[in-house]
């Protein structure tokens, strides 16, 4: 499993979670203006615990 984090084409910030099989699970939903917002929902979704890595 892991996050992506991205740009979209209206410049906000967005993730989407990929199963360890690649498909899509969950996505933000909405764009962030800030990166910082964006991690700190996926940290949100991930919980206190999770070591689900984050890339872009």
């Known amino acids: 499993m892991f996050f992506y ?3 979209d ?6 993730w ?3 199963a360890a ?7 933000s939903g909405e764009g ?3 990166k910082a917002d964006c991690i ?3 940290n949100l979704v991930k919980g ?5 890595p984050v890339r872009e």
């Open 5 to 7: 984090l991205y740009v």
């Open 9 to 14: 084409t209206q410049n906000y910030w967005r």
């Open 16 to 18: 989407t979670l990929y």
């Open 21 to 27: 099989n690649n498909r899509k699970v969950a996505n």
């Open 32 to 34: 962030y203006n800030n």
């Open 40 to 42: 700190h929902a996926i």
């Open 48 to 52: 206190t615990n999770s070591a689900t």
